[in-house]
């Protein structure tokens, strides 16, 4: 009987090895459907980046799997590790952390200016990475890593790692490797844009709650004053804006205090309307978005405080000055506001100016513009400053023009900007031609709009005859968000003094 060499071990059968290759393959499925998985059930993003390590170092038959991430600002983290060697987990950590905080603390230490773009220094970090950790992790541990590619930039490093000395790094497992990244780079970049369409969404709610208090705050109703006539529009470039106008019907001495003239009441008789002085308020925080739409709510109520206690226009100013002040200091923020009293007894304009732009008079009877002015800083400017004041006398035919920068900057295709003079010669034309202010105003944002290119973007003006329209003395809704092209916020207001029925 012949002997058996017991070295020699009998060839797997064919069926052995089919059958060997299809629970690899199955392992396969199961991992990657795992993976697959979680990239479209789990809400949180460490959990697929965990998943990420374990996968990858079980499809590549390494013993461990890292993920290192690059930061926006250059900083490099460890994310996660996997490791089957319990007793070498934490000793792996422990040098990947400190490889990976002593790059970031590098990067940080690195002088801005002048230094490269994150994109032109990633290769070497990478490099710089991958022989550090080769060093640390020691001639025992074979290494090997892949980038995380999101639209075509690199945002980190997925590792894996194995202490088998036969362990070959084939063409099979960089694939598979390659593979899990992109799974992984995937996730990252979904987690990245919900979050953003999260922010944007709470940000677009506020921006409609602040839009919808700023609609609020704004007049409703143009103040019926004899022998006056007004007509006002706020176009802002944003859902909220930093532009402020308001009409504020002020008890003269003696007479009766209305407690609806802040919210400016119906027309009264002249006998009471004489009883009152109008303020006419513009104004201009510095900024957009909801930060500026708070500071105008605040401006306006204090404006509103400071007016009813009948103090001079000057006074008003100096007063907002010094309570906003160290609110405004903190915010890094500004006002300019040019406040006005027209008082229909003996129709003068008495005026003071922090810094805004000064008011323009266009005298019928001459035809000329003068431009009203005061000395005055910003309001938040300084704690002390001083604010002068003046006053002119207005003739029946008169116009008065108060508008914000967002129309004198307004620019045309070849970057030439309307400017004060521009604003000039468009008051002209309108008020020789028209004899409404509301007329004069459409005119001015008209000419403003043909300036820059935009002649037919504007909505169809609704006549003011219109009875289900346009209400005796309302400011339409539609005038105050209407036009979303604006590069800045524009407002207009429109004062004209008419005829004296006695002289006709």
């Given at each position: 009987?012949?002997?058996?060499?017991?070295?020699?071990?009998?060839?797997?059968?064919?069926?052995?090895?089919?059958?060997?290759?299809?629970?690899?393959?199955?392992?396969?499925?199961?991992?990657?459907?795992?993976?697959?998985?979680?990239?479209?059930?789990?809400?949180?993003?460490?959990?697929?980046?965990?998943?990420?390590?374990?996968?990858?170092?079980?499809?590549?038959?390494?013993?461990?799997?890292?993920?290192?991430?690059?930061?926006?600002?250059?900083?490099?983290?460890?994310?996660?590790?996997?490791?089957?060697?319990l007793?070498?987990?934490?000793?792996?950590?422990?040098?990947?952390?400190?490889?990976?905080?002593?790059?970031?603390?590098?990067?940080?230490?690195?002088?801005?200016?002048?230094?490269?773009?994150?994109?032109?220094?990633i290769?070497?970090?990478?490099?710089?990475?991958?022989?550090?950790?080769?060093q640390?992790?020691?001639?025992?541990?074979?290494?090997?890593?892949?980038?995380?590619?999101?639209?075509?930039?690199?945002?980190?490093?997925?590792?894996?790692?194995?202490?088998?000395?036969?362990?070959?790094?084939?063409?099979?497992?960089?694939?598979m490797?390659?593979?899990?990244?992109d799974?992984?780079?995937?996730?990252?970049?979904?987690?990245?844009?919900?979050?953003?369409?999260?922010?944007?969404?709470a940000?677009?709610?506020?921006?409609?709650?602040?839009?919808?208090?700023?609609?609020?705050?704004?007049?409703?109703?143009?103040?019926?004053?004899?022998?006056?006539?007004?007509?006002?529009?706020?176009?802002?470039?944003?859902?909220?804006?930093?532009?402020?106008?308001?009409?504020?019907?002020?008890?003269?001495?003696?007479?009766p205090?209305?407690?609806?003239?802040?919210?400016?009441?119906?027309?009264r008789?002249?006998?009471?309307?004489?009883?009152?002085?109008?303020?006419?308020?513009?104004?201009?925080?510095?900024?957009?978005?909801?930060?500026?739409?708070?500071?105008?709510?605040?401006?306006?109520?204090?404006?509103?405080?400071?007016?009813?206690?009948?103090?001079?226009?000057?006074?008003?100013?100096?007063?907002?000055?010094?309570?906003?002040?160290s609110?405004?200091?903190?915010?890094?923020?500004?006002?300019?506001?040019?406040?006005?009293?027209?008082?229909?007894?003996?129709?003068?304009?008495?005026?003071?100016?922090?810094?805004?732009?000064?008011?323009?008079?266009?005298?019928?009877?001459?035809?000329q513009?003068?431009?009203?002015?005061?000395?005055?800083?910003?309001?938040?400017?300084?704690?002390?400053?001083?604010?002068?004041?003046?006053?002119?006398q207005?003739?029946?035919?008169?116009?008065?023009?108060?508008?914000?920068?967002?129309?004198?900057?307004?620019?045309?295709?070849?970057?030439?900007?309307?400017?004060?003079?521009?604003?000039?010669?468009?008051?002209?034309?309108?008020?020789?031609?028209?004899?409404?202010?509301?007329?004069i105003?459409?005119?001015?944002?008209e000419?403003?709009d043909?300036?820059?290119?935009?002649?037919?973007?504007?909505?169809?003006?609704?006549?003011?005859?219109?009875?289900?329209?346009?209400?005796?003395?309302?400011?339409?809704?539609?005038?105050?968000?209407?036009?979303?092209?604006?590069?800045?916020?524009?407002?207009?207001?429109?004062?004209?003094?008419?005829?004296?029925?006695?002289?006709?």
């Amino acid at each position: 009987m012949p002997e058996v060499n017991p070295a020699i071990v009998p060839a797997p059968t064919l069926r052995e090895r089919i059958a060997e290759l299809g629970k690899e393959q199955q392992r396969l499925q199961n991992l990657f459907g795992a993976l697959a998985f979680a990239l479209r059930s789990f809400n949180n993003l460490n959990q697929i980046l965990e998943l990420t390590a374990f996968v990858a170092s079980h499809l590549t038959d390494a013993e461990g799997g890292a993920l290192v991430l690059f930061n926006p600002n250059g900083t490099i983290q460890l994310e996660q590790l996997h490791c089957s060697d319990l007793n070498r987990r934490e000793q792996i950590r422990a040098e990947m952390e400190r490889i990976t905080q002593t790059l970031s603390a590098q990067e940080r230490a690195t002088p801005t200016e002048g230094s490269l773009p994150l994109s032109v220094k990633i290769p070497a970090l990478e490099h710089l990475l991958d022989e550090r950790l080769r060093q640390k992790l020691g001639p025992d541990v074979q290494l090997f890593g892949t980038p995380l590619l999101i639209r075509n930039s690199v945002r980190g490093r997925l590792y894996v790692f194995s202490c088998q000395p036969d362990y070959h790094w084939d063409e099979r497992r960089q694939q598979m490797l390659r593979v899990i990244a992109d799974q992984a780079a995937v996730g990252i970049e979904n987690a990245e844009l919900t979050a953003a369409l999260r922010r944007k969404v709470a940000l677009e709610k506020e921006m409609e709650i602040g839009s919808y208090i700023q609609t609020q705050l704004l007049p409703r109703k143009y103040p019926q004053v004899e022998g006056l006539q007004l007509a006002a529009r706020c176009r802002v470039a944003s859902k909220v804006g930093g532009d402020y106008y308001d009409f504020i019907l002020i008890p003269t001495e003696g007479s009766p205090a209305n407690p609806e003239t802040g919210s400016q009441t119906g027309s009264r008789s002249p006998e009471e309307t004489e009883a009152f002085r109008l303020a006419i308020v513009i104004g201009d925080v510095m900024g957009k978005g909801v930060p500026a739409g708070m500071l105008m709510s605040m401006t306006r109520a204090m404006v509103r405080a400071e007016a009813l206690n009948r103090h001079s226009p000057a006074r008003v100013l100096q007063r907002l000055n010094r309570a906003m002040f160290s609110d405004l200091e903190n915010s890094n923020r500004f006002i300019s506001l040019f406040y006005s009293e027209y008082d229909p007894r003996s129709h003068r304009l008495c005026f003071s100016n922090a810094a805004h732009n000064p008011t323009l008079w266009w005298q019928a009877r001459t035809q000329q513009i003068q431009a009203l002015d005061t000395e005055g800083a910003l309001i938040g400017l300084e704690s002390h400053s001083h604010y002068s004041e003046s006053c002119v006398q207005l003739q029946p035919g008169d116009v008065v023009v108060y508008y914000t920068d967002g129309y004198t900057e307004a620019a045309n295709t070849r970057g030439e900007r309307l400017e004060t003079t521009g604003l000039m010669e468009a008051i002209q034309r309108a008020a020789r031609r028209y004899d409404s202010p509301q007329d004069i105003l459409e005119s001015l944002f008209e000419q403003m709009d043909a300036f820059r290119g935009r002649q037919g973007s504007r909505l169809a003006r609704i006549p003011p005859q219109d009875p289900e329209l346009l209400l005796q003395g309302d400011i339409l809704q539609e005038d105050i968000y209407m036009r979303p092209e604006s590069v800045d916020d524009t407002t207009l207001v429109v004062l004209k003094l008419l005829p004296d029925p006695a002289e006709n």
